[in-house]
């Protein structure tokens, strides 16, 4: 149980179109999500907490507008990159909190590879 | 965003010794620490926790230290095993369980 996927697993995609990232909890209702960007030989980097049904709240440093995230179900939040440039290729992880398990527990995603030309 | 560090240190072990990986934690009001384990490519795992009211946590051939004094953290594998290769992550969460930060993470390389 407690499974979280991210569609898709990897994208290509050309510098100035947008991106769009899923994340889903499979087995499970995930009253919050995390989206975080993980660059090659460094941690994982929080971009911003996804609550059911509100604003995302931003880390300092991310853009917002940029970085548009919609959490509109109890599991499936979305990341869409817009715009993207060269520099936003990462590594982007997912995670999500049990509403019915510990507050703490959280389970991550796969990860999405993005690769901008 | 948050991160406590850009650099990976790594560690390299014999197949069958023990290994131990240490973090140093930033904030002195966390609450919980977990250790995940990242192989290349995939998203990070969840291995074992230990909240601050304890200082040892033992799981299956795993054993977490947490010394709050000095605010460190250590992962204790026993019998490394080359399945254990991968990138080693401490990680923290305040008393309001929030949001969790990452360290700086540690590779493993285990040598056949």
């Known amino acids: 149980g407690a499974v979280v996927s991210q569609h898709p697993s990897w994208v290509i995609c050309k510098s100035g179109t947008s991106v769009k990232i899923e994340c889903r909890s499979l087995?499970?209702?995930?009253?919050?999500m995390f989206w975080y960007r993980q660059f090659p030989k460094q941690s994982l980097m929080l971009m911003a907490t996804?609550?059911?049904?509100?604003?995302?709240?931003?880390e300092q440093g991310v853009e917002k507008d940029k970085f548009l995230i919609n959490h509109a179900s109890l599991t499936l939040s979305t990341l869409t990159v817009t715009s993207a440039h060269p520099e936003d290729s990462s590594f982007y992880i997912c995670?999500?909190?049990?509403?019915?398990?510990?507050?703490?527990?959280?389970?991550f995603g796969p990860g999405t590879r993005l690769l901008v030309l | 965003g948050e991160s406590v560090g850009l650099h990976l240190p790594t560690l390299s072990v014999q197949e069958g010794d023990n290994s131990i990986i240490n973090c140093a934690y930033s904030?002195?009001?966390?609450?919980?620490f977990i250790w995940y384990k990242q192989e290349s490519g995939k998203g990070p795992q969840f291995i074992i926790d230990?909240?601050?009211?304890?200082d040892k946590r033992q799981g299956q051939r795993v054993t977490v230290l947490l010394n709050k004094t000095v605010k460190h953290l250590s992962l204790q594998i026993a019998a490394t095993q080359p399945g254990d290769s991968a990138v080693y992550f401490c990680?923290?969460?305040?008393?309001?369980?929030?949001?969790?930060?990452f360290g700086p993470g540690t590779s493993l390389s285990v040598i056949p």
């Open positions: 995670s999500a909190r049990d509403l019915i398990l510990y507050q703490e527990t959280q389970y």
């Open positions: 087995d499970f209702q995930a009253t919050t």
């Open positions: 996804s609550n059911e049904g509100s604003k995302a709240t931003y």
């Open positions: 904030n002195s009001a966390s609450d919980y």
């Open positions: 230990i909240r601050s009211n304890m």
């Open positions: 990680a923290e969460m305040g008393t309001s369980y929030d949001k969790v930060i």
